[in-house]
Structure formats: C-alpha cells, structure tokens
C-alpha cells in the first residue's frame, strides 16, 4: 500500500477486532428489500481473512487496498465480467461491513465501489402467493440518458430495479441541467419508433419494463460478436416555442416508420432485437419458428379457440399470446427485425429466473416456453385425479398404451400433439432384484456426451537453475487424478522427479494456496495461474526441511498520525518463490545472509507460524530501481507442448442417443424406494425410447456439472441433417401399416458459443416454404449452406419426421458461395436492419417537456 492510499485510510483495530465487528455483520445482517450490499473480489476477501486471522501486521498476506479488478471486463468502462459466480468470483458484503473494511484499507484509485440493492419479489408473485426468496441483484440496469434537443450528448448511468423512475428523472435533470421547476416529461422510445409516455414516476425500474444497456463486446471464437445492448432513454427539455418542433419531429418519425412498412420479403426470414443478453432467447425463438406445426397453429390463430384462462398451472393465456404476436411479427414478411420485448416482460413476470438482463441457457428458456404453451393451451380444463397402477407382469405394449392414454386424459394441447413422446423406464433393485417398469412423457430428449476421462492443463516450472525463466508447460492428467499426477505429467517433461516439485497457486505476487500431493485435481480451476516449483536434492539423513515462500515487497514511508510518529507501508511485487532448507538455517541472521546481495536488502521479514513460512525482503523504491528488472522478471519461456495444437474431439450423435439409454445407478442423492424392501436403494435405471413425437428436440447435455468439476464440453457432435433413423432403438415396433415412420430430418439448430461463464447464442434453421437455410444472429440473418451447419457450437437440435415434411412451396433464392466457412449473404442488414431498430437495439426514448 502506498504511503498516500494508507494516510487516506483510518486507523483501523487490531486483527482480531477487525475479524470479530466483520464476522458478526455477517452473521446478523439480513437481506431487506431496498438495503444496500456491497461487491467484493473474493481472493482480496480471502486475504484479508487470512491476514487478520494469522494475527501478525507484517504478514505478506497484508490485502492491500480493496481491489476488485478481477471482476471486470476493462478497466476504461469498469463493466462487470458476465455470470460471475457469488462465492467463487465475489463475496456480498453488508453496508456497514463495507465502509469498516474501506475506511481501514481503502480502495484502489479509480476503481467505484460496487454498491448493490437487496430486490424485493414483484406484485404478481406476491399476488400469487409463490414464495420469492430475497436476493441482491449483481448486474443493474445500465441506461443511456440523452436530452432531446441535443441527441449526441448521451449519458449512460445505472440503476437498480427498484428504483423508481421519479430517481431516474432527477438524474436527467442533474446530469442535464435542467433548470429548477421546469415541467419535465419522460417519454419511452421503443426501437419500432413508438413512443411511451412514462406518467407514473413512482413505479420501479422493473415494473416500467425498462431493459438494461450494458454496452460491451463480447469476444466469441469465430464470430468476435459485438453484442451492445442499449436501452436508451430521451429526456425532452421543453419550453413553449419548442414543443411543436418537438412534435413535428415525432410525427416525421412514426412516417419513416410506416414507409417502411412496405418492404416485403421472405416469411419468417426475420431477426429478433437483442435486448440485454437476449441472444438465448431469441436462439430458441428462432428454432420454434422453423418448426412447421406449431408456427402454422399460430399463424392460422388456431389458438384462440383453445387458450385456458383457467388453468392453475397455466399463466392466463399471456404467455401464448405474446408469443403468438411475435411469430405473426416474423411471418408477415414486413420486417428486417422484430423486438420481442413485450414477450421477454412476460417471460419474466412469470418465470422470475428470467427476470432482468442476465445470459440464461436456451434450453431451459425453451423447456419453460414449451410447458407455458402447453398450459396455456390445453384443451383439458378440469384435470382428473388418475391412479397408476403396477406393471404386474402386463406387457409392455398394453402399459405405454393405457400410460399414454392417462397422459392425455390430463395434458391435451397443439404442444403434445407435436412434441410430447413416452419413455419407458426400468429400475431394478441391487438387493431384492425387484423390476419396477413405468412409462413416462418426454418433450425433449436431453443427451449426454461422452466425456473424456483426461484433462489439459497449461503450469508454469520453476527450475532451480537461477538463469532459466519460468517455462509454461501444457499437460495431460487424469481428470480425477491428484496433483501429484500433475507433478508425474511434468516430471516426464523436465525429468525433475515428482517428488522434488511443489505445486501453488499464484495471485497478486503471492501464493494464493500451496497445494499437498494428494488434494484433487478439481480444486484447481483453469483459470488460476499455477506454477511448479522444483525443490533441492533432499540429502539421506538431513534435518527437517522447512518449505519456504519468498516474497519481495517494496516499501514506502508515511506518517502515523494517529502515533505522530512515521513508520512504512509495504507492497507486493514480483513472482515469489519457494525453497526448501534446513530448520537450522532459518534464523533470522542466517536467512538474512543467505539473501543479502550488494546490500541491496535493507529488511527481512521472517515468520514461521496456524500458517505458511515466509521470508519477505523489503527493497527501498530507489534500491528496486536500480537492481530490479521488472520487464526481464516476467518473461517466461514456452515448452513445446504448447506448440502442439489440442485436437477436436468428434463425436457420432448415435453414441450419444446410445449413452442416453445405457444402465447407470442412481446417485446417493436420490435413491428409490423399493416397495419390497422397504427401503432406498441406489436401484440400477434404465431409459428407452418407446414412441416419439412428430417434433424431436434433441438436447445436447455440453455443459457438464459434477461434485469436483463444472465444463463446458467442446466435442464437435456429428448429426445427420437427413435420415436420422431410430428404428434400431424404438421399442415399439411397427404393428400396423398405421405405425408413423421413425425418420428425421433437421430444421433448427441452437448454437451456444463460449464457455461456462459468458457466450454467444445463435441459431440456423430451414425456412419451411422454400427449403433454405438461414442463419440468425440477433437482428442479423444471413443464408447458410448446409456444410456450415454442423459445429462444435450445436447445442439444441430439432428434427421433423419425414412423414409430416411439407413440401418447399417457394422455390429457394439464388445465393452466391460464401467466401469462408462464415455465413454468406447478408439478408436483413442491407437497409441497416430498419436504421433504427439496428441502431437502437432494445432502444427506449424518454422524453421530458417543459414548459
């Protein structure tokens, strides 16, 4: 810490009274709607534990000014990284805890704090009674705020849901100047051109539907997808000699909106608006689209004879209706690019998982969307009370008969119709052998992948040899292998026995955990900075040997002024080491010996404690000046495993469907209960495909969660786009000449790219009335061949039974070749996707009049 960051800092207690006001905050404080929290890095939370808990004030475990820069994407914009973890990324922290910890520490210069509102549940859910469990949102609103009179002056500030909008019209007026008691009106600016007049300024941000503007870039292999999301917001200053100006110029706004009303092209070749990491949203939109049945039962309005106001289970026909309005958008062949707006409030309001603008997984968005439909739509109105009944010995065809029968007698809708088919499913207990036979309904087959039993991991080795740089290295390791096979994998490479290296993980200059041999591999995450150190020879019949970290600190005078007298701060700087030597010679004179050089070292700190030993030298700035190289200090080598490219696991779709229906046993989490032992068992379980739908969603299960590991698994799945063949897995076989075919052919694909923690979604998919393939990326779509479409990007696949394929009616357009493996021929970004709708994105205007 620097001598004018730690004058700006109070005085702060002793360790232990610091540990004790902290912990007992957060043990007492409780989540109340509107109170404010606080986001904090959690390994300079995690630091600053093990400082106060080690109860020593020259500790090199000193956290330094609070620093969050981990959690952000850049340093210009200080925009949050997507889909931090709470707990693995940040720790919460209470009000009053916070300003303890800033006042002791402060905080890195220019760095905001993260001041975060505690959400309360929304009207309809307490209207509902469903139980809404408090939480504080991570990610607020951002919104553009301009001012009417002068367009090019924007200003993007945030807000939380539950600030009102009467707290964003007192921003404008600051931010803008507005002079005191003028009449301020906020209008809403949709990016169809419609404008909204906000009147009650005393309903949330949330309830005003008002969507996030988190303008960044997200990085994504192949596409480098620029994905700005805006919710803009115009404030209108108004005096009297304005306002017909004012509404001149709305008039000529809503007239360029109805020239464009005449474009015409393609049914359903049309993009959807990204409003706030909406792209999983408006992947699978697109896919259920493409799906012929479902979007013809909506365009022929077949859906208003059937919604049901009264179901329990359903959501009041809203659901289906907004989606209706947004496929009838997309067909009519008079739009670049739709805003599924009104569709996302709806989502939100009755799925609150949905709420706000966080990234979501598509699947889960389209497993939520097909049950709405459903409920929305089924024809069944008062559900009976069904008992099953046990196998008993009956054959398998008479009990998937009378169980599909049930089903129907309860769920009854153009989804079942078109999606749902019937599993059956086999326990057996280990014990009693007892066979226990149901079947059940599926409305997607969600498959498992084979996952590889090996890991990649890139370490950097420290060698002994003072004039080698730290080289990085890429290693193969068991996946539930120990970090001493980690040692083993890199020993081959150096030939550095395993046992003569120490594995640790580096973090801000300074070993963030020393592992032991036999810990697992999965505490290791791929995103730490680990580094192998190789120790000296042991020789036979030594004394005990003491493992210790070296770190290299730089000091700093200030003055006490709570004392009067002066003292100095240190901060971390450097790679650190570690060494191994003798109990014998860790005396503070002899280490200060052993690591005295030109008397350049002017102090050593030594502790050997409930902790890690450590030897800091602290170097006077003008020493570090003349002595350290910080540019040569951090340069590495690359081993030539590093040069080796990582190949492309492809895998057959078939192996996949295969795994899906293989004999597994039950976790220990959810065992069954064997009604002839009368007790769980961890029973053997097996699925089968009985029957299958006109429509088959095949999800495929890429991002992989276990109790050690949590991937996202790249292998490139081939899947066929044409005759896709499930007669030699169906149990129920062709009786009659009446049975359906078991043929597919693909239509839609949902294409997630990235990792666990942020991407990118898309879709392709085969426009029913000319047979081309499109791809859609937003309010973007471009044609698309048929070799572009398998990748190592498929994440939902749909397929049609070839029996219920309708003929193209429309010839396909002409297209030329693309140029690369990238999709070909912009189609809707030739007029800039409706020039406003493509510049606004999700845009909102707001509008403020004054007289």
């Known amino acids: 810490m620097t001598a004018n960051s730690r004058c700006s800092a109070a005085e702060p207690p002793g360790l232990e009274s610091q540990r004790r006001e902290i912990e007992s905050l ?135 849901r539950v600030d009102n909008i009467q707290s964003i019209q007192r921003a404008m007026c600051e931010a803008f100047s507005v002079p005191p008691g003028s009449e301020c009106r906020l209008w809403m600016k949709s990016s169809d051109s419609s404008c909204e007049r906000l009147r009650n300024v005393h309903i949330s941000v949330l309830d005003a539907c008002l969507s996030s503007g988190m303008v960044r870039t997200d990085s994504v292999p192949r596409h480098n997808h620029n994905e700005s999301k805006i919710c803009l917001l115009l404030l209108f200053y108004l005096n009297c000699s304005e306002i017909s100006r004012i509404q001149s110029d709305l008039f000529v706004r809503r007239n360029s909106v109805e020239e464009q009303d005449s474009y015409r092209g393609q049914p359903g070749v049309c993009g959807l608006t990204n409003l706030g990491n909406t792209c999983f949203m408006n992947s699978a939109l697109q896919c259920l689209s493409n799906t012929p049945p479902l979007t013809e039962y909506f365009l022929l309005s077949s859906y208003l004879e059937e919604l049901n106001f009264t179901n329990p289970l359903g959501m009041k026909g809203e659901i289906a209706e907004a989606y209706a309005d947004v496929i009838k958008q997309m067909w009519s062949g008079r739009h670049y690019s739709v805003v599924p707006r009104v569709f996302k409030t709806k989502v939100g309001h009755f799925a609150s998982q949905f709420l706000g603008y966080q990234q979501h997984d598509s699947q889960e968005l389209l497993s939520f969307l097909l049950d709405g439909l459903h409920e ?14 046990d196998a008993a010995g009956r054959p398998d065809q008479v009990m998937a008969e009378e169980a599909w029968r049930n089903h129907r007698r309860r769920n009854d809708s153009v989804i079942v119709d078109t999606f749902h088919g019937l599993f059956k499913s086999t326990l057996v207990c280990p014990e009693c052998r007892k066979v226990s036979v149901t079947f059940d309904p599926f409305c997607y087959l969600s498959v498992p992948l084979p996952v590889s039993k090996e890991r990649i991991m890139e370490v950097f080795f420290v060698s002994l040899d003072p004039y080698a740089k730290p080289a990085q290295h890429r290693v193969v390791v068991p996946k539930a292998g120990k970090v001493f096979d980690l040692c083993s994998a890199l020993s081959e490479m150096t030939s550095v026995p395993p046992t003569q290296m120490v594995v640790a993980d580096v973090f801000n200059h300074r070993f963030y955990k020393i592992y032991n041999s036999d810990e697992s591999l999965s505490c290791i995450l791929d995103r730490d900075d680990i580094f192998v150190y190789e120790l000296s020879v042991l020789e036979e019949q030594q004394e005990e040997q003491v493992l210790l970290a070296l770190y290299l600190r730089e000091r700093s005078h200030y003055r006490d002024y709570g004392s009067g007298s002066s003292s100095y701060g240190t901060t971390l700087f450097g790679h650190p080491l570690l060494l191994s030597t003798p109990r014998s010679s860790c005396s503070r004179e002899a280490l200060y010996n052993l690591f005295l050089v030109n008397n350049v070292c002017l102090s050593l700190s030594v502790c050997l404690s409930a902790a890690q030993p450590y030897v800091a030298i602290d170097w006077d700035p003008e020493m570090k000046k003349r002595f350290y190289n910080e540019n040569e200090a951090e340069k590495y080598v690359k081993h030539a495993s590093m040069e080796v490219p990582q190949q492309q696991t492809t895998v057959q779709l078939q192996e996949c469907i295969e795994l899906f229906t293989t004999v597994e046993t039950l976790e220990e989490e959810n065992p069954w209960y064997c009604p002839v032992c009368k007790k769980h068992q961890l029973a053997t379980k097996k699925l089968d495909l009985w029957s299958l739908p006109e429509v088959l969603i095949i999800h495929l299960k890429r991002f992989s969660y276990t109790k050690f590991t949590r991937e996202k698994l790249d292998s490139i799945v081939d899947f066929p786009l044409r005759d896709l063949d499930f007669s030699g897995c169906l149990l129920k076989k062709n009786v009659s000449n009446g049975e359906p075919p078991s043929c597919y052919d693909l239509i839609a694909v949902s294409n997630h790219y990235g990792g666990l923690r942020d991407g990118h979604y898309t879709s392709y998919a085969c426009n029913k009335d000319n047979g081309q393939w499109y791809y859609f990326d937003d309010s973007k779509v471009t044609y698309a061949r048929e070799d572009q479409i398998v990748t190592n990007a498929a994440y939902v696949l749909f397929y049609h039974r070839q029996d219920k394929i309708r003929k193209p009616t429309l010839p396909a357009p002409s297209t030329s070749p693309a140029s690369s493996t990238q999709p070909a021929n912009d189609i809707t970004s030739c007029k800039e996707e409706d020039a406003e709708q493509g510049a606004a994105a999700a845009a909102s205007y707001v509008t403020m009049e004054t007289d």
Request: contains cysteine.
């Open 376 to 389: 929305d739509l089924n024809r069944v109105k008062n559900k009976e009370y069904i008992e099953l009944r």
């Open 26 to 160: 957060l043990r007492e404080c409780e989540l109340r709607a509107g109170d404010s929290w606080y986001v904090v890095e959690r390994r300079w939370y995690e630091q600053w534990k093990e400082f106060v808990e080690t109860g020593d004030q020259n500790s090199s475990s000193f956290p330094g000014q609070i620093d969050n820069t981990e959690l952000f994407e850049d340093l210009d914009s200080y925009h949050l990284k997507e889909r931090l973890v709470e707990n693995e990324d940040f720790m919460l922290v209470p009000a009053e805890a916070w300003h303890k910890l800033l006042a002791w520490y402060g905080m890195v210069d220019g760095q905001p704090p993260l001041e975060r509102k505690v959400t309360p549940p929304t009207l309809f859910l307490v209207i509902l009674g469903i139980r809404h469990t408090l939480k504080v949102e991570v990610y607020p609103i951002e919104i553009f705020l301009c001012l009417h009179s002068n367009m090019e002056n924007v200003i993007n500030a945030q807000f939380s």
